[in-house]
């Protein structure tokens, strides 16, 4: 297929609109899981509990399970006979076929590969600079955002670019909880699995997308670890974290 | 006082108790090998941690009390704490480093003068010597203006090079302040060389606190005597001629000593009261040890030798003067008044 086919195919209503979704709720998934993610791996790598160990497991279970299953977990959660259904009906919240249901799938899915990333960054500190940190007057929340966070920033770049780029081609989960709903629900990867059947081109358009895409993502975190390998910054090597999914 | 402390703290093979006063001013050094607890004390100090029970009071002020459940955490104890690695920030240049906590009133850029790293100021920590690194260190803990400084093995990182020169720098800056420092070493000559008084622990407990010299001239127990560098030979006590203590050796040599001692002891002698001659002197020693020389070290200026079961320092003059060399038999004496006897 020539590129400028490839170009005019990606022009198509059904490409842009995946496009927007999938960036969009992208996105939103990734700040998700930068804001509730950085603590909690910050909390878990430098607690040694039964509790710290159930947590980390908790986490890393979208890892594992099938996405039909994360998606029947997300429906009966969040759906509107799920558990927590009744208090989001409640707060005016519908979740299910619409972009919060996208950006809750996405964001169950490719958590884990952020966190196990941000876990080990913040266990390869040095643990006496901040011990050094808190005799020279700093708080544990001066601790964490003026040593931790600045040293492990290397390991968090490239754990968010690995989780950025998992929740990109997300599609399991997706299709069952939040439905392919042209323009609002459906992502690429669904785009690609509805085009397959109608259009042939531009579902190859939009996985050239995906995996220049991806190609893109993983290119920058090498390039990243390299730099930030120059400098002094303990950095977990990318190669150590979960890339089965 | 200035700083007082007392704590218990149950360690993995023992119970840390220890108890110690520090004034204004002067080095208190802690000394004795590792896993002795040294580092442990400083820790609780500083807050980092929670002994099993205990109290310290710096400047008047209670930072802990497990009795009235107060413990301050690290960041309200005003602490300058020189890690053993100097824990420097490799994300902070020098300046960053030294003002990450410094007091509002304390003009970093005076101190980066005063510890001759001010051309540093915009350096990667990871760029310095370990000379430089620890002076960083030493302005980033002082910039703090703590009310104790405490010194975790502070020359231990830096090789035998730069270790002299360091050890004078520290000396100085020790000598110009005006707040408490406890200082952690296994080595006792650089204890001997900064502290005022020092402490020697083990296993938890300090077996004696002297000043450097009050040690070396009356060790209280074996061990201290064998830290503070005296070679310690076993034998059996027992009265004998002039009002001497008579000391039949296990090596079976005979040995007099001016200590009262009976029945097992340990005889610790230094290796600077250990003369060498080519023959037997007609002097004031009555110990005699007629032996080969098995070792012979430069040591700068002094010449430290074995001979037999005695060591012995000597001036690198009266050395090549005498010609001495390894394998040759010559003669090493020691007066009964050096002889120290510790009851085994």
Redesign the interface.
């Known amino acids: 297929m020539p590129p400028g086919e490839l170009v005019s195919a990606l022009q198509s209503d059904v490409a842009k609109d995946a496009l927007v979704v999938t960036f969009e709720t992208n996105l939103i998934a990734l700040a998700l899981i930068l804001l509730l993610g950085t603590p909690t791996a910050y909390w878990a790598a430098t607690r040694r509990s039964r509790l710290r160990d159930l947590v980390v497991t908790l986490i890393e279970l979208p890892l594992v399970l099938p996405p039909a299953v994360a998606g029947i977990g997300l429906l009966a959660a969040f759906g509107r006979l799920g558990l927590l259904g009744g208090t989001l009906d409640a707060l005016g919240i519908d979740v299910a076929f619409n972009k919060v249901a996208v950006v809750l799938a996405v964001t169950f899915v490719a958590s884990p590969f952020y966190v196990r990333t941000a876990v080990s960054a913040f266990e390869a500190l040095?643990p006496?600079?901040p011990?050094?940190?808190?005799?020279?007057?700093?708080?544990p929340g001066?601790v964490f955002f003026?040593?931790a966070l600045?040293?492990a920033a290397g390991g968090l770049g490239a754990g968010a670019a690995l989780a950025f780029a998992r929740g990109l081609g997300e599609f399991g989960a997706t299709i069952m909880f939040a439905g392919s709903l042209q323009g609002v629900t459906q992502t690429l990867s669904l785009a690609i699995y509805e085009q397959f059947d109608l259009d042939f081109d531009v579902a190859l358009a939009i996985s050239a997308v995906l995996v220049a895409t991806s190609a893109a993502t993983l290119l920058s975190v090498k390039l990243v670890t390299r730099w930030r390998s120059t400098?002094?910054?303990p950095i977990p090597s990318v190669a150590s974290s979960p890339l089965s999914s | 006082m200035a700083l007082d402390l007392e704590l218990t703290h149950s360690l993995r093979s023992f119970v840390a108790a220890v108890e110690l006063s520090v004034g204004d001013g002067a080095t208190f050094a802690l000394v004795g090998p590792s896993g002795a607890g040294k580092t442990t004390v400083l820790r609780t100090i500083s807050g980092l941690l929670a002994p099993d029970a205990g109290r310290i009071a710096v400047a008047g002020e209670t930072w802990l009390d497990t009795g009235r459940h107060i413990d301050l955490p690290p960041e309200r104890r005003r602490v300058g704490y020189l890690f053993q690695e100097y824990a420097l920030f490799p994300h902070l240049d020098v300046i960053g480093n030294v003002r990450f906590g410094a007091a509002s009133d304390v003009d970093v850029r005076a101190l980066l003068e005063r510890f001759r790293i001010a051309h540093l100021a915009g350096a990667r920590v990871d760029a310095l010597s370990g000379g430089e690194r620890q002076r960083v260190a030493l302005a980033r803990a002082l910039a703090r203006d703590p009310a104790v400084l405490l010194l975790d093995e502070p020359l231990a990182a830096l090789d035998t090079h730069t270790r002299a020169a360091v050890r004078s720098e520290l000396r100085e800056v020790l000598a110009g302040l005006r707040i408490p420092t406890v200082l952690v070493t296994h080595d006792f000559e650089d204890a001997a060389a900064l502290a005022d008084e020092v402490g020697v622990i083990v296993d938890g407990r300090i077996l004696q606190v002297d000043t450097p010299a009050g040690l070396v001239a009356a060790p209280a127990s074996p061990f201290v005597a064998s830290f503070t560098g005296a070679t310690l030979l076993h034998g059996t006590a027992a009265p004998g001629r002039d009002g001497l203590t008579e000391v039949s050796l296990d090596a079976g040599l005979t040995a007099w000593s001016t200590d009262p001692g009976e029945g097992r002891v340990a005889l610790g002698i230094y290796p600077w009261e250990v003369s060498i001659a080519r023959e037997m002197p007609a002097d004031t020693a009555v110990n005699h040890v007629r032996a080969p020389i098995v070792s012979l070290v430069e040591l700068g200026n002094r010449v430290r030798l074995r001979v037999g079961p005695l060591a012995a320092e000597v001036t690198a003059g009266s050395a090549s003067r005498l010609g001495l060399r390894e394998g040759e038999v010559v003669v090493a004496s020691f007066k009964a008044t050096a002889a120290r006897l510790l009851p085994l």
Not at chain 1, 131 to 139: C, P, V, W
């Open positions: 040095d006496t600079l011990a050094a940190a808190r005799t020279l007057g700093a708080g001066g003026r040593v600045p040293l400098s002094s910054s």
